[in-house]
């Protein structure tokens, strides 16, 4: 039998627990809001200047705000059930770490050729993010296939974007695109299992 004590102690490890959860949770939001930013200041202005967006075309700052609080919003309201449904308990931390890297990838590829990852990165801030994430807890067991599904998946992504600049291989972009949004998927969905 718990004292009181202790069980005041094991709610407040509880409480602090998902206090942390909650915290990542936010810093993803908040780079894949920025990121957003980036996606969609090149779509409707063509630049990723600041100065362009505000003084130039100032007509799309809407459109480039109702965007990023899409994204806000979906992800709060994802999030939410993430940090409390028990399933994602033993996966998180894989998950997030999977989640973090994808968006690293995305971040910097919509720096260095924004025209060409634009719609790779809206796929994956509206679709593919949240799906993968949801797939995860369906086989939490530590397979094999597991860490290929997610390790595998992660370097196939960052091969395929560096590859859509490759001059001499961007007639395959389309093809490109697709491997990377499917990789995405895949890394967070292998990150799925229980950490021992």
Same mark, same amino acid.
């Given at each position: ?48 200047? !600041? ?14 705000? &109702?965007? &990023? ?15 409390? &449904? ?27 050729? !924004? ?51 490759? !001059? ?6 389309? !093809? ?21």
């Amino acid at each position: 039998m718990q004292t009181i004590s202790e069980r005041a102690l094991n709610d407040n490890k509880l409480i602090l627990e998902k206090q942390h959860k909650a915290l990542l949770f936010v810093a993803s939001i908040a780079v894949k809001s920025f990121l957003m930013a980036v996606t969609t200041s090149y779509i409707f202005c063509k630049s990723l200047d !600041p100065n362009i967006l505000f003084f130039h075309c100032s007509m799309n700052i809407v459109y480039v705000g &109702i965007s &990023i609080g899409a994204i806000i919003v979906i992800g709060t309201v994802f999030g939410y059930f993430i940090i409390r &449904i028990k399933s994602f308990d033993d996966i998180f931390v894989n998950m997030m770490k999977s989640d973090y890297i994808v968006t690293t990838m995305y971040f910097s590829m919509g720096f260095l050729a !924004p025209a060409m990852m634009s719609t790779m990165i809206i796929v994956w801030l509206f679709g593919i993010w949240i799906l993968g994430m949801l797939l995860a807890p369906f086989n939490k067991e530590k397979t094999i296939l597991k860490k290929v599904t997610q390790y595998g998946s992660l370097v196939a992504v960052g091969i395929l974007l560096v590859a859509s600049l490759i !001059p001499q291989l961007q007639e395959y972009g389309q !093809p490109f695109a697709l491997g990377a949004i499917i990789s995405s998927l895949m890394s967070i969905f292998g990150s799925g299992r229980i950490q021992t």
